[in-house]
C-alpha cells in the first residue's frame, strides 16, 4: 500500500466585524479572524496539509490572496476543490488529525459540528477526522487572543494508477 503524510499550519488576527469560523462553522465569539477568504484557520491547515503530501504546494498557490476571486471565499468551497484534485491524482484521505490553538472562545461544544461539516465535503466519515483544541496558556500572540491557529495532519492513501495521458 502507497501512503502519503502532509502537515499543514496557518494563523490569522482576531480582530473586530469579522464572523468567526473553524471547520466551517460559524462560532459565536467577539471577535473573527482576518483574512482574504473567510480565514478558516482549521480548514486552511487541512487543506495545506493534504496539498504537503502530494507536494502539490500550497493554498496560496492555489488561492492566491491577491485574487479578487477568493474574497470572502468559504473555505469549505475551497477545500472541496482540493479534495477534487487529491482523488484526481488517485489518492484518498485514510484519516486527519487536527488541532486548534485559541485562548478563547471554549471550542468543545463546537467540535462535533466541526468534524461533521468537514466530513461531509471530504465524502468520509466524521470517525476519520480528529479535532482538537487547546489554549497556547497566554502566551505568544496566540495566548494574548491576538489571533487563532491550527495544525493539521493528513495521511493519504492511494487508490489508483495516475492518469498520466494527455
Avoid at 70 to 78: C, E, R, T
Avoid at 84 to 110: C, F, Y
Wanted: hydrophobic share 40%.
Amino acid at each position: 500500500m502507497e501512503i502519503r503524510i502532509g502537515n499543514g499550519y496557518d494563523i490569522h488576527r482576531l480582530v473586530e466585524n469579522r464572523a468567526l469560523i473553524l471547520g466551517g462553522v460559524e462560532i459565536p465569539h467577539t471577535l473573527g479572524l482576518l483574512g482574504h477568504s473567510d480565514a478558516d484557520v482549521l480548514t486552511h491547515a487541512i487543506m495545506d496539509a493534504m496539498l504537503g503530501a502530494l507536494s502539490l504546494g500550497d493554498i496560496g498557490h492555489y488561492f492566491p490572496p491577491t485574487d479578487p476571486k477568493w474574497q470572502g471565499a468559504d473555505s469549505l468551497m475551497l477545500l472541496e476543490q482540493v479534495h477534487q484534485m487529491i482523488g484526481s491524482q488517485g489518492w484518498r484521505i485514510n484519516n486527519i488529525d487536527s488541532t486548534v490553538v485559541a485562548e478563547r472562545p471554549k471550542l468543545k461544544p463546537h467540535i462535533k459540528a466541526m468534524r461533521d461539516r468537514l466530513a461531509r465535503i471530504l465524502q468520509i466519515d466524521s470517525s476519520l477526522i480528529s479535532v482538537k483544541a487547546t489554549t497556547n496558556e497566554k502566551l505568544g500572540a496566540v495566548g494574548k487572543e491576538e489571533g487563532i491557529c491550527a495544525y493539521a495532519v493528513v495521511l493519504l492513501v492511494k487508490t489508483s494508477i495516475k492518469n498520466t495521458n494527455h
